[in-house]
């Protein structure tokens, strides 16, 4: 399973962005897709999940309310629509695909990741 994320940019701070991460194949019935993201000297982060059928979706306190994740079936393909973007926003971001757990925020849970977008917010 290959993941393919894209749609990174250089934006100004309130603008909106998309991000696409297209799954090689359709295997994600019962898994889960989520966002993370990596600032410079910083870990990596937990941004959005969702399980395939969307009964879960979570997302991180800090993007709570200005970003959302959505999954195309027919295309097998997840977005992460990103409004009202803050600088503090900026960092590269990686879509990652697995069965579906409880620790759900952490790197470990997930089997497959993508290569990584970077979105850079001007001030």
């Known amino acids: 399973v290959q993941l393919q994320a894209s749609g990174g940019g250089l934006v100004q701070a309130g603008d909106s962005l998309r991000l696409s991460c297209a799954a090689s194949?359709?295997?994600?019935?019962?898994?889960?897709i989520a966002w993370f993201r990596q600032a410079p000297g910083k870990e990596r982060e937990f941004v959005a999940v969702?399980?395939?059928?969307?009964?879960?979706?979570y997302y991180a306190d800090s993007v709570k309310g200005r970003f959302a994740i959505s999954v195309d079936n027919a295309e097998n393909t997840v977005y992460l629509q990103m409004d009202s973007l803050k600088p503090e926003d900026t960092a590269v971001y990686y879509c990652?695909?697995?069965?579906?757990?409880?620790?759900?925020?952490?790197?470990?849970?997930?089997?497959?990741w993508g290569q990584g977008t970077l979105v850079t917010v001007s001030s």
């Open positions: 990652a695909a697995g069965p579906w757990r409880r620790d759900y925020g952490y790197t470990s849970a997930y089997r497959y």
């Open positions: 194949r359709r295997t994600f019935s019962s898994y889960a």
């Open positions: 969702r399980n395939w059928s969307g009964v879960y979706t």
